[in-house]
């Protein structure tokens, strides 16, 4: 089995529930203007509410092309195109519905009474502000660069498609979608879309849940069709604020919530604004580091940004000395890359950043990931600057003293931050046991770099045997004991970490501590099962290694497993499977530079327990 972990942060585990598609909903051409007050009109609302469809032409009777999301909704040649008396007023929104959002069913005509919702969904912006968002004009100092409903043209090393779209921000890069070339709003001018939420589905995100899956959205509205990454508004089924964030009509977090509508009222001045958004929230990250006496002198590797943590949902980036590894796992990252890197620079003084974007999550975010002549084009691109890393290239860091060489294009980001504290906590065991005249013997199995091992290694323990599948991984953690003199303590072995269990309880061998550290084993709920079995496995297997009254350290970064609670649970079963009475001695999680939103139970991932096997 593959021992090397490697987890994308910030990219949650799915619902249990399957995700249910936008309902169909439509706004009668002839709905009456409200009279007074604040919204739609209660006839255009009780349709909206009931997913009425008032046109002739409903959903059941579309042609194929029609219902195709290849078709431009100004181009359509259905029977509603062919029988339509009047061409829509040029700055009519239109309702969108249904799970694919490309298709638009009907055109609203009363534009007043969407106008006078997003007036009521951001009441509180200055009234230049809103003149931004509720006209065709920018304001006198617009909140950032962008582009009024017109052709805009947007081409990097990624895509050079001419395409159009509400506010382009001149800042960010795109990278293709699957379905479409429009390029990213940046917010803050033009008609916003805005997001209506089901009946008694708003709670969880005024609660401060920050994603905003498709089977909560009732309907979009909006022309043309929202892209990836751009600002909306959301209100719930009664059109009272929610809040704004960014929205992907491919994705099953439909929207990312990034500020509530309290907070609008605090701070209206971000409203809308991505940029300045990032640039807010980057800076917030770097203070609350810096609260917890992160850098220091001593470690100087350590979690900037934590996705959700630090309401930044989709955007993981983790410091490894004078370098910034971004981890992109949300398709509204990607398109603003510019402005991501800005705000990191701006905040930390670092101008070294290196990017890395998770293609396989971000095609499920509908972007594709760049061809090879691309990707060599975007190193062109980018030559003499210091944001790309040569592959295999490596960087010092620092933790709790140890020098230690990390590859900004390894693992996850490079390096595993969120297990510091428990290395600083298995140090203290070894320090106390070598103090007390028995260093121990410890087995770091799954080892990567060799971060567990080397800790104790260098806390006095007798002899460290780390193990570990990869063979870049295995030489890393070799070149790292040299870099600490700890050749002679420390040796590590590559092989597969089930066959070198079985062959070591058969030749009798055990060790005071064993630390397993194995890679995700339970991407989704779904996999749970089958992972449990696994997990159960190994740790019966790890459980024979460990000597009467010894340690077993066993960790799963499975968000799956550590969200159900059935990683103790399997632990215990492990040891009555062996005949070992355990006692937990301690139960921790990331270390704190991964802060978590207490709303988003999704957030929290890890799980490292540390028992006594007698």
Not at 318 to 332: M, P
Not at 467 to 495: I, Y
Request: charged letters at 20%; aromatic letters at 4%; a neutral charge.
């Amino acid at each position: 089995m593959l021992c090397s972990r490697s987890v994308a942060a910030g990219h949650a585990a799915a619902p249990a529930y399957k995700e249910q598609g936008h309902r169909r909903c439509a706004v009668s051409l002839h709905s009456s203007r409200p009279k007074g007050g604040v919204g739609l009109s209660d006839s255009s609302i009780s349709k909206l509410d009931a997913g009425e469809q008032t046109s002739s032409s409903s959903a059941r009777g579309r042609t194929k092309a029609t219902d195709s999301a290849a078709v431009s909704p100004h181009d359509r040649k259905g029977p509603k195109a062919q029988t339509r008396k009047r061409n829509p007023p040029p700055n009519v929104d239109a309702i969108d519905s249904g799970s694919g959002i490309d298709g638009l069913d009907e055109l609203l005509a009363d534009e007043h009474a969407v106008r006078q919702l997003r007036a009521s969904l951001l009441s509180s912006l200055s009234a230049q502000h809103q003149q931004a968002i509720f006209s065709d004009q920018p304001p006198a100092t617009p909140p950032n660069r962008a582009v009024n409903d017109s052709e805009a043209v947007s081409t990097d090393h990624h895509t050079s498609a001419k395409t159009t779209s509400r506010n382009s921000s001149s800042s960010s890069t795109s990278s293709t979608s699957k379905t479409t070339g429009s390029t990213v709003i940046a917010g803050g001018a033009s008609a916003s879309p805005l997001v209506i939420l089901k009946k008694d589905k708003a709670r969880l995100f005024v609660s401060g849940n920050p994603m905003v899956y498709g089977g909560a959205v009732d309907c979009v509205i909006a022309r043309p069709p929202p892209d990836i990454g751009e600002p909306v508004l959301v209100a719930d089924a009664s059109r009272r604020p929610v809040g704004w964030g960014v929205f992907n009509p491919h994705s099953m977090f439909r929207v990312r919530l990034f500020q509530l509508q309290p907070e609008v009222d605090m701070n209206p001045g971000i409203a809308l604004n991505v940029p300045a958004l990032l640039q807010l929230r980057v800076r917030q990250a770097v203070e609350l580091r810096r609260a917890m006496g992160l850098p220091c002198a001593d470690t100087n590797v350590y979690r900037l940004i934590n996705s959700e943590g630090d309401r930044l949902s989709g955007l993981v980036a983790d410091v490894l000395g004078d370098t910034v590894v971004v981890q992109v796992v949300a398709g509204w990252v990607q398109r603003y890359r510019k402005d991501v890197e800005s705000a990191i620079r701006s905040a930390t003084g670092l101008s070294r950043i290196v990017w890395r974007p998770m293609w396989k999550i971000l095609e499920e975010e509908g972007l594709q990931p760049p061809s090879k002549g691309e990707r060599e084009a975007g190193k062109q691109e980018v030559e003499g600057e210091a944001d790309e890393a040569d592959e295999g290239e490596l960087v010092e860091v620092r933790e709790a003293g140890l020098r230690l060489l990390a590859s900004p294009n390894g693992q996850k980001t490079g390096f595993y931050a969120d297990q510091r504290d428990s290395r600083a906590f298995l140090a203290g065991l070894v320090r106390a046991q070598a103090a007390a005249g028995s260093p121990p013997a410890l087995l770091d199995l799954c080892c990567y770099s060799g971060g567990f091992a080397l800790a104790a290694a260098a806390a006095g323990a007798a002899r460290v045997v780390g193990v570990d599948s990869s063979e870049p991984a295995v030489k890393l953690a070799t070149a790292n004991a040299q870099l600490n003199d700890l050749s002679a303590t420390a040796s590590f072995v590559r092989g597969d970490v089930s066959e070198f269990m079985k062959a070591a309880v058969a030749q009798g061998q055990q060790y005071d501590i064993v630390v397993l550290d194995p890679p995700k084993l339970a991407p989704d709920r779904n996999t749970l099962t089958r992972a449990r079995i696994k997990y159960l496995r190994l740790n019966t297997l790890a459980m024979k290694l460990v000597r009467p009254g010894g340690l077993l350290m066993t960790c799963s970064c499975s968000g799956a497993m550590t969200q159900s609670g059935e990683f103790l649970v399997m632990v215990v079963e492990a040891s009555q499977q062996v005949g070992r009475q355990a006692t937990l001695l301690r139960e921790a999680g990331a270390a704190p530079d991964h802060v978590l939103n207490p709303a988003y139970a999704e957030g929290e991932y890890l799980t490292n327990l540390t028992m006594r096997l007698l």
